[in-house]
T-cell receptor, first 114, second 111 residues
């Protein structure tokens, strides 16, 4: 089954404790992206990657890091989480063919930083 | 002015009603228009996609684009409780991988 898998789905952590949210896709997609979703603010892009070893900042990259060492994986790293990073995070991927612009999203990771 | 504006609602309608969801956008370079549906505790999923001005139907759903007014709409006929979700418009321009999302409209269809 074609899917984007994120882990963990739920996480409560404390300020300053480094964490990684993993993302993996099995559709051989070149493009991957991370979003955060907050009430009243909608989906905001954090980082994206056009292909392996190619990453770029989205609209809200501060406080986050990413890496793309393999095509299928795109982890999101919070080196020193703060309470304002409490949010619902989505990983998404898209293939290079076609013009639909269809992004395939994971199920989401709800992060709470105390 | 934000690139994509969408009324967040919430919108509550009785079962069987016709629902109209709308977005406006500012960048005339946008060429592809999509509607995503997001159920509670799930990721967004593509519902409909259209390229040109005009209407596109898929069952009870109709997507409408008016490029001259920079206005896009999603109509749901004979709405069902299973249509209760957040609907996000999304727009992108040719040659770009970047989708611009509206904030989403939360719809509740009451039995």
């Amino acid at each position: 089954e074609a899917q984007v898998t994120q882990n963990p789905r739920y996480l409560i952590t404390v300020t300053g404790k480094k964490l990684t949210v993993t993302c993996s896709q099995n559709m051989n997609h070149e493009y991957m992206s991370w979003y955060r979703q907050d009430p009243g603010l909608g989906l905001r892009q954090i980082y994206y990657s056009m292909n392996v070893e190619v990453t770029d900042k989205g609209d809200v990259p501060e406080g986050y890091k990413v890496s793309r060492k393999e095509k299928r994986n795109f982890p999101l790293i919070l080196e020193s989480p703060s309470p304002n990073q409490t949010s619902l995070y989505f990983c998404a991927s898209r293939g290079s063919g076609g013009n639909t612009g269809e992004l395939f999203f994971g199920e989401g990771s709800r992060l709470t930083v105390l | 002015q934000k690139e994509v504006e969408q009324d967040p609602g919430p919108l509550s309608v009785p079962e069987g009603a016709i629902v109209s969801l709308n977005c406006t956008y500012s960048n005339s370079a946008f060429q592809y228009f999509m509607w995503y549906r997001q159920y509670s505790r799930k990721g967004p999923e593509l519902l409909m996609y259209t390229y040109s001005s005009g209407n596109k139907e898929d069952g009870r759903f109709t997507a409408q684009v008016d490029k001259s007014s920079k206005y896009i709409s999603l109509f749901i006929r004979d709405s069902q409780p299973s249509d209760s979700a957040t609907y996000l418009c999304a727009i992108w321009g040719a040659g770009s991988y970047q989708l611009t999302f509206g904030k989403g409209t939360k719809l509740s269809v009451i039995p």
